[in-house]
């Protein structure tokens, strides 16, 4: 091998398909890209460098679609290490701890395979963590399945419920937080959003940018073989059709314990100063990982593909540089010391090989057999995809209403309702879900599934983290910019009842096909309410992910951009939980808009009374979660829960479902009337908090501006009344609440 | 005292063990790499939760092969203290330590949540800082922990008193929907017969601190420090976690 440059092409291989213009649409690239591609090269590219092309200009990999929009996204603040770019976002949590996190979308896999899909979302998205030097310390994710009573529900909520928590629970990272949703709008393409949050030291971050010609290139962890081989270009960058279930093959295999290993050892690794810079093999794994870190250093590298562990005899170029085996790192080390890194990966018994070197010619070049079977500018690969401007057009109908059917029959009463929005399985408890979850593991879970955010401690200090996700396709279906805003506030509100002060967010957005205008309409859209809402409440969006296509048969989902939001308690004692704690504490209520039953549970239920989506005031927001800050800082509120799913009535009730001991609540009257509305209705921002009388004062001094009324008080015997109108007992509505999903389980048999 | 937490690839709580004993109760804890035969000088040896090797094979059925296992069997004959949780409690299995054996929940999924366990033989080093029939909270987290054994195996481990823990509701009381995986009469935790060796399917680590909710699992913990200090008060100089003190408990279950 030699760094020098040479007059040496690349030479198609014996048995290789024929490169042309056929060949690139069958990758999957359009003939403007292919003749880019021949631009790039000033020659035909061989089928190997016509695959790699494929991958790293597939949407999945390359953005091109949305990295236009995605620059209006705010990324600074005081508390930004880095920025959005390398593999995740950090941001400062005080006393020199870092917060690594990101959130990414595994939904194509986990709808055609979904044990193996969601297993290997939640290994991917760990690695994006580790690879920036940051402990896993806590994972969260967000589902969107079909109707429950769909056929293929059943078996996709067991398959991607089982494939988290084999993979989460086998490699020691507790899942301690989530969401859930079930709506005949997924029917045909469920979401799998995986969030994982790592903390460093602010000295221990790694750099993904290789430094130091002649340095080599090691290769770590589980030997590369067929699988996954186009998972990003043919399966996550396209539509599904009835065919899309022989693309089984391109979905991976996890292996948790391996990655268990490899996170150990690379973080011992670290530690040891011998490495330069590291990233995992994701999507287009080889490929992507050596041209990527190449290019951020502005350098070159060279691959000898011989030396590669291969799980079976074989492979052809390739197949292995497109490979999306699991649970595999590329790092660049120091020169000479390359036995002291493979001595430590041996200790854990994983395989630490090199594999080529850094060179300073900024070429991507590959060998195999002894002859060079690529050489493509790094940059063209990495950062240098095509950029796309897609029209977008705001379709002239108004959307359709997700699973909101024409009103047959009238609404029932408000308790009768109340009774079947909590048997919803979209408001009835997630216990089948999250305890198939260790989420105590690593010992910093304060708060775990079940509430409003997950709280961790940060051991060593008083300060706790608390973390949310949200998303409302519902409401981004009525108005996707509305919607998205409202996602970002919703999940900074969750963080702020819990106490803590919202500090940063990551997303990931989920749209249909961006070819069509009235996607990306949406799309930008969302990425604009994600925006205004982010700079009012000075959370800047610090990493995130796009999944385009998540269409089937011309269908796509409603807009759904998921947020995951990040908090800070500087002191985890003062935290808070959703449940009312002593009998005689007065209930408030804090609104920061009328309530509506647009996008509600309710709608969809009962089909009635939807509408548009109501303005959001940021402002007024804003107040709200400082408010909430406020107020748990000094210690001045029992509990605060969100208004989420179902309204203020299903608030309430799940007020008084203290795991403690079961507690009643004495409404006197509902401000703003008894509509339905008023009841379950979901619009407004709106929070149930208990505090007790004496502190009331202080409290409304903390909410300027926003709608502070005192609604009733907590009872000691476990009943839930509200006016004349709702007269419940709180143990059966619990057990109503808790059985929602597990009944439906049973009785699909 | 001093402790030794075996780590083997694939463990996930053996961090926890560390935290609970050395952080929060003040002990001498030390971790055991699972390459090495040497522990060290410790007075127990923990075998902590996790997935060893994967638990591909069979749970537990690996790392009973590994070096330091060779160790601790040692150890354990020669009366040392072993407690093995979850995952440790499925090596000593396999290891013939403890008899039985721990097959998939009847729900055949992971369950994590927090149960109530009743302490059904309170004169062992395990449990002699808890009373008789007390109900400990203490959480689990598996997805085989279904106890099996044959059937007089059963009763003599019974007659033995060797049953130490069993699944019950909040108030004691054995309950089909209290024993939350199946286990044949609801067996939690089990000792050997000279009640040196213990294994429970509970993790006494996870419940140490009242943040995160309960501190019922510093009760073992306490146990076993109180057995070894009563051990060295009647043999100065002895360094051996060896005890007796287990081999009284005939009380009745």
């Known amino acids: ?56 200009w597939s949407e999945h990999c390359s953005y091109k679609s949305s990295r236009r929009h995605l620059r209006m996204l705010p990324n600074k603040g005081p508390r930004v290490v880095g920025g959005a770019g390398e593999n995740a976002g950090a941001l400062e949590v005080g006393d020199g701890w870092v917060a690594v996190f990101k959130i990414e979308s595994h939904n194509h896999p986990s709808f055609v395979e979904p044990y193996q899909g969601a297993a290997t979302g939640v290994g991917g998205i760990l690695r994006d963590i580790f690879t920036m030097g940051a402990r896993p310390v806590a994972s969260m994710d967000s589902l969107k399945f079909g109707a429950f009573d769909h056929p293929r529900t059943r078996h996709l909520l067991g398959g991607v419920v089982g494939g988290i928590g084999g993979y989460g629970n086998c490699v020691g990272v507790p899942t301690v937080a989530g969401e859930v949703m079930f709506d005949a709008a997924f029917n045909g393409n469920i979401l799998v959003n995986a969030f994982c949050l790592g903390l460093a030291r602010r000295d221990e971050l790694q750099s993904a940018r290789a430094q130091g010609p002649g340095n080599p290139v090691m290769y770590v962890g589980s030997a590369t073989g067929r699988d996954g081989i186009h998972g990003a270009s043919l399966l996550a960058s396209a539509e599904f059709d009835a065919s899309s279930e022989a693309k089984r093959p391109t979905v991976q295999v996890g292996d948790p314990f391996t990655e268990k290993l490899l996170i150990e050892a690379c973080l011992e690794a670290m530690r040891s100063g011998a490495i330069v810079a590291i990233q995992d093999m994701g999507a287009a794994g080889l490929t992507s990982s050596s041209s990527e870190m190449a290019a951020r250093g502005g350098l070159g590298i060279e691959l000898d593909l011989d030396r590669i562990p291969l799980r079976e005899a074989g492979l052809t170029p390739y197949e292995i540089l497109l490979s999306e085996s699991q649970e595999r790192m590329l790092l660049v080390a120091q020169r000479g010391r390359e036995a002291e890194l493979a001595a430590i990966f041996a200790r854990w018994d994983l395989h630490a090989v090199v594999v080529g070197k850094i060179t300073e010619d900024q070429r991507w070049r ?384 | 005292m001093k402790w030794g937490v075996v780590r083997f690839p694939g463990s996930l709580d053996d961090a926890d063990a560390l935290w609970a004993l050395g952080q929060v109760m003040g002990q001498e804890a030390r971790a055991l790499w699972h390459k090495d035969e040497d522990l060290a000088g410790v007075q127990c040896v923990v075998l902590p939760g996790g997935f060893s090797y994967g638990d591909y094979l069979r749970c537990g059925a690996i790392a009973r092969f590994s070096p330091i296992m060779k160790s601790v069997v040692r150890f354990a004959n020669d009366g040392g203290l072993v407690i093995g949780i979850c995952n440790g409690f499925q090596i000593l299995c396999e290891a013939h330590l403890l008899p039985g054996a721990l097959t998939r929940n009847r729900s055949l999924s992971f369950i994590c949540e927090r149960v109530n366990v009743r302490v059904e033989n309170a004169a062992t080093p395990f449990t002699c800082a808890a009373r008789q029939g007390e109900v400990l ?56 017969e000279t009640f040196n060796v213990f294994g429970l399917m509970p993790h006494p680590e996870h ?47």
């Open chain 1, 1 to 56: 091998m030699t760094a020098t440059k040479t007059a040496e092409t690349p030479v198609a291989l014996a048995g290789e398909p024929a490169v042309g213009l056929e060949q690139a649409r069958a990758h999957g690239l359009s003939e403007d890209e292919y003749r880019a591609v021949e631009r790039w090269l000033g020659r035909t590219p061989t089928f190997t460098e016509l695959g790699v092309f494929s991958v790293m």
């Open chain 1, 366 to 749: 590959v060998r195999w057999r002894g002859a060079l079977v690529a050489d493509i500018p790094a940059g063209a690969l990495a950062d240098q995809a095509p950029v796309y401007d897609r029209p977008a057009r705001e379709p002239s109908k108004a959307p359709p209403r997700i699973s909101s059917r024409p009103a047959t029959a009238p609404a029932p009463p408000p308790a009768e309702a109340l009774r079947r929005l909590l048997d919803s399985p979209n408001v009835g408890s997630k216990r089948w879900v999250y305890r198939q979850y260790d989420s105590m593991v690593q010992s910093n879970t304060m708060a775990g599934p079940g509430g409003d955010a997950a709280v961790l401690r940060i051991k060593g200090t008083h300060r706790g983290l608390a973390l949310k996700v949200d998303s409302n396709p519902r409401a981004c279906a009525l108005d996707p910019y509305v919607g998205a805003a409202a996602c970002v506030v919703e999940a900074a509100r969750n963080v702020a009842c819990a106490g803590a002060r919202p500090i940063g967010l990551t997303n990931c957005l989920n749209y249909g096909n961006p070819e069509r205008p009235e996607i990306m309409w949406q799309f930008i859209r969302g990425v604009e309410g994600i925006r205004d809402a982010a700079l009012a409440l000075e959370t800047p969006v610090v990493s995130g992910n796009v999944s385009f296509y998540n269409e089937t048969e011309g269908r796509a989902i409603p807009p759904t951009p998921t947020i995951a939001m990040l908090g800070v308690l500087e002191d985890a004692g003062r935290r808070v939980t959703q449940f009312f704690k002593r009998p005689g504490d007065a209930i408030i209520l804090l609104r920061t808009a009328a309530p509506a039953l647009a996008a509600s549970e309710y709608a969809a239920l009962f089909g009635c009374g939807a509408g548009a989506l109501a303005a959001l005031d940021l402002k007024r927001e804003r107040a709200l979660i400082e408010g909430l800050v406020a107020a748990a800082d000094l210690g001045l509120i029992g509990s605060a829960h969100d208004v989420a799913e179902g309204g203020l009535a299903v608030a309430l009730a799940e007020c008084c479902f203290n795991p403690d001991g079961v507690l009643g609540a004495e409404i006197d009257g509902m401000p703003g009337g008894s509509g339905a509305e008023v009841f379950f209705g979901e619009g407004a921002s709106a929070v149930v908090l208990s505090a007790a009388a004496g502190e009331l004062e202080k409290l409304r001094g903390l909410f300027g501006g926003i709608e502070f009324s005192v609604i009733g008080r907590v009872a000691g015997e476990p009943r839930l009344r509200v006016a004349k109108v709702i007269d419940e007992d709180v143990r059966e509505l619990m057990q109503i609440h808790e059985q929602a999903i597990v009944r439906r389980l049973a009785a699909n048999g």
């Open chain 2, 137 to 192: 909270r203490l959480p689990i987290k598996h997805g085989e922990g279904l106890y099996v054994a044959p059937a007089g195996e059963l009763r003599a481990m019974e007659e033995r008193g060797q049953v130490l823990l069993r699944y019950t509701d909040a108030a004691g009381r054995e309950r089909d929907d209290a024993n939350p995986n199946g286990s044949t009469r609801a067996i939690a935790g089990v000792a050997n």
């Open chain 2, 207 to 253: 419940a140490v601190e009242a943040a995160l909710g309960g501190e019922d699992g510093r009760k073992i913990f306490r146990s076993i420090i109180m057995s070894v200090e009563r051990t060295s008060a009647a043999k100065p100089g002895a360094t051996s976690g060896g005890t007796s003190a287990g081999r009284s408990s005939s009380s009745s279950v």
